[in-house]
């Protein structure tokens, strides 16, 4: 079954310090990875996405996320984190092999970003 | 260039009663996905347009959500009758054909529904 994990319901995290937020994947064949990010009261905006190539993808605002495929991971990065990175941070997975709907996307159950002064 | 919108903001009804929510897509946006967030959960999944034909709506919950997009630009989805367990944050993506499945999809702000 195809599915998303986000073992972290919160990270804590203080001004200027790296940020990791950790996702992992399950799916049947090789996938797209995606992180959307949700700050209160908006729309989930997106922040990268992870096709084919290298495992290193840049994205918006300076994050960036490592597809690591022995491990089944996708985790987001910052090297330095800023207050108004605090928000909902989502991952998500489509399989574009996946007979039952290769256009929809699998989502995480979020991760909650606290950046502290 | 406009992004993906959404209406009502937000939506307060009594179970039994009927609501309907609308997507607009980003402008030549064949593709438009519903997904609803319901008590913190995961993101799932509700159904796909191609234009104006249902692509997969496998993740309809049951046959009191009804969804149409007719000329294939904006969308509705029509809750009736609605639950308890049908609140929650409904949101709407959209993206452009493609054909390699990479294009992203893009989000609208979401329509956040609380049945009493």
């Known amino acids: 079954a195809q599915s998303v994990a986000q073992p972290e319901d919160q990270v804590n995290v203080a001004e200027g310090n790296p940020l990791t937020v950790k996702c992992t994947y399950s799916?049947?064949?090789?996938?797209?990875l995606f992180w959307y990010v949700q700050y209160p009261n908006r729309g989930l905006q997106f922040l990268l996405k992870?096709?084919?190539?290298?495992?290193l993808v840049k994205g918006s605002y300076g994050f960036e996320a490592e597809f690591n495929k022995s491990q089944t991971s996708f985790h987001l990065k910052k090297p330095s984190a800023l207050v108004s990175d605090s928000a909902l941070y989502f991952c998500?997975?489509?399989?574009?092999?996946?007979?039952?709907?290769?256009?929809?996307?699998?989502f995480g159950a979020g991760t909650r970003l606290a950046v502290h002064p | 260039e406009a992004g993906v919108t959404q209406f009502p903001s937000h939506s307060v009804i009594e179970k039994g009663q009927t609501v309907t929510l609308r997507c607009d897509p980003i402008?030549?946006?064949?593709?438009l996905y519903w997904y609803r967030r319901v008590m913190g959960k995961e993101i799932k999944f509700l159904l796909h347009?191609?234009?104006?034909?249902?692509?997969?709506e496998s993740g309809m919950p049951n046959n009191r959500f009804l969804a149409e997009r007719t000329g294939g630009t904006y969308s509705t989805l029509k809750v009736q009758p609605a639950e308890l367990e049908d609140s929650g944050v409904y949101f709407c993506?959209?993206?452009?054909?493609?054909?390699?499945?990479?294009?992203?999809?893009?989000f609208g702000p979401g329509t956040r529904l609380l049945v009493l």
């Open positions: 402008s030549g946006h064949d593709n």
């Open positions: 347009f191609v234009k104006e034909s249902k692509q997969d």
């Open positions: 998500a997975v489509r399989d574009p092999w996946f007979s039952g709907g290769y256009n929809k996307l699998i």
């Open positions: 799916v049947s064949g090789n996938p797209y």
């Open positions: 992870y096709i084919t190539g290298d495992n």
């Open positions: 993506a959209s993206s452009q054909v493609g054909t390699t499945l990479q294009e992203t999809q893009y």
